[in-house]
C-alpha cells in the first residue's frame, strides 16, 4: 500500500486546515486508517483512526472535537479535518493504514511520506 498525503500548510491559531491522503496498490476498503504527527523534538504521537467502513472513530484526547477523521473508499482516500488549531498543532502528519491498537499503543502497517502543519500563534 503506497499513501500519498496533501494539504498540509501554514494557518494561524484558530483557522483550519484539510489533509488529504490517497491509496494506492493493494487496497481494500477492509483497511482502517489512521494519522499521526511528530513535533519537532518530540515522539510521534497518534492522532486519529477510522475503521475500514467509515463506521468507527478514534481520536486523542488532545484533538477530540476539533479534528474529524473521515474516508471515502470508491477514492481510497481518507481526510482530517482539522478546526479551531492551536501551536502545539504544529507538526509533520503522516497517514497511515492497518491503524490499530496493539500491546498498548496504537501502531500501522503501512505510512505515507508526511506532510507539515504549522500553526502561528
Known amino acids: 500500500v503506497q499513501l500519498q498525503a496533501s494539504g498540509g500548510g501554514l494557518v494561524q491559531a484558530g483557522g483550519f486546515l484539510s489533509l488529504s491522503c490517497a491509496a494506492s496498490?493493494?487496497?481494500?476498503?477492509?483497511?482502517?486508517m489512521g494519522w499521526f504527527r511528530q513535533a519537532p523534538g518530540k515522539e510521534r504521537e497518534f492522532v486519529a483512526r477510522?475503521?475500514?467502513?467509515?463506521?468507527?472513530?478514534y481520536y486523542a484526547d488532545s484533538v477530540k472535537g476539533r479534528f474529524t477523521i473521515s474516508r471515502d473508499n470508491a477514492k481510497n482516500t481518507v481526510y482530517l479535518q482539522m478546526d479551531s488549531l492551536k501551536s502545539e498543532d504544529t507538526g509533520v502528519y503522516y497517514c497511515?493504514?492497518?491503524?490499530?491498537?496493539?500491546?498498548?499503543?496504537?501502531?500501522?502497517?503501512?505510512w505515507g511520506q508526511g506532510t507539515q502543519v504549522t500553526v502561528s500563534s
Open positions: 497511515t493504514a492497518g491503524t490499530r491498537w496493539s500491546s498498548g499503543r496504537w501502531a500501522s502497517d503501512y
Open positions: 496498490g493493494r487496497t481494500s476498503g477492509s483497511y482502517s
Open positions: 477510522i475503521s475500514g467502513s467509515g463506521g468507527a472513530t
